[in-house]
């Protein structure tokens, strides 16, 4: 298909690891146009909306984020801005242009589950700063655009430009020479692989399934001491992943303990250990490990 009649895509955090899947799975059948922070700034309105004046495109996804629960909590007039704020610029935008908007949420809207699965009908409880921004974004896009996606997302794994979140994190401790790590196996969440979570978009952009609020993870639950043992067995790393609590580790927020997702709407993704198993192995073809 020539550019000519290719869906023009903006999207914003080109850079993060689900905008990285993103243009990827969709750098095919879409003229994808990518901008990160060193193209914009999304606390200014003003080059926000430049951008979508000149790219004119038929859908924008939104990636970007503040993220991180201290930091959040200690700057939390920047959190509002850009987890709440942008996004309700990007509706209003929306409107005014027609494009079609897609908005990243997250399992951190809710409070500790008691042992369900966290679905698109239950209310959203936040406890700290960072999910209460974020569900502030999702009620503006909820309420203000007509035509949109918004995915509530668990902790994520997935090819990354940066070592900032979890899995990241624990690898390049790894390759900085540990020979164990020391991982929470009390905080419990829905292990998602972006790739997948990109695919999954995609197909629903091709299909124009039906706008909403989508949850987005694959199968199954997991501790985060479960999930860094199965990467660090794939990869077969000399490393020892021993049990943890939250607790050994200080935070300023409160965390989020056992928020698993999963759709009433659409199916699940594969099971996570599948992924994991995906993951490690394009790391390796990579030559990341």
């Not at 199965?230 to 607790?247: D, F, T, W």
């Amino acid at each position: 298909m020539s550019t000519d009649n290719k869906k023009k895509v903006l999207l914003l955090g080109c850079t993060g690891k689900m905008g990285l899947a993103l243009g990827k799975v969709l750098g095919t059948d879409y003229e994808v146009i990518g901008k990160s922070s060193r193209d914009f700034d999304a606390l200014d309105t003003g080059q926000v909306r430049l951008l979508i004046e000149a790219n004119r495109p038929d859908i924008v996804i939104n990636t970007v984020a503040f993220m991180g629960i201290d930091l959040v909590e200690r700057e939390p007039e920047k959190a509002i801005k850009i987890n709440a704020l942008h996004p309700k610029m990007l509706a209003e935008l929306s409107c005014q242009h027609g494009f079609v908007l897609v908005h990243f949420s997250t399992e951190a809207v809710f409070c500790d589950s008691s042992g369900e699965a966290y679905t698109e009908g239950d209310c959203p409880r936040p406890v700290n700063v960072y999910g209460l921004t974020k569900y502030g974004g999702d009620c503006f896009v909820q309420r203000i655009a007509r035509r949109y996606y918004i995915f509530r997302m668990p902790i994520m794994f997935g090819e990354a430009a940066k070592d900032r979140q979890f899995v990241e994190k624990m690898l390049s401790m790894c390759s900085d020479g540990s020979e164990s790590l020391r991982i929470s196996d009390d905080i419990i969440s829905s292990p998602t692989y972006s790739l997948d979570a990109a695919k999954a978009i995609a197909g629903m952009l091709e299909a124009e399934a039906s706008y909403g609020l989508y949850h987005l993870a694959n199968e199954g639950r997991a501790s985060l001491w479960e999930l860094m043992n199965e990467v660090v067995a794939h990869l077969g790393l000399p490393v020892e992943v021993k049990r943890a609590s939250y607790q050994d580790f200080p935070c300023v927020g409160i965390k989020n303990i056992c928020t698993p997702l999963r759709s009433q709407k659409i199916a699940s993704l594969r099971p996570w250990k599948e992924a994991v198993r995906d993951y490690c192995a394009n790391l390796r073809a990579a030559g990341a490990i």
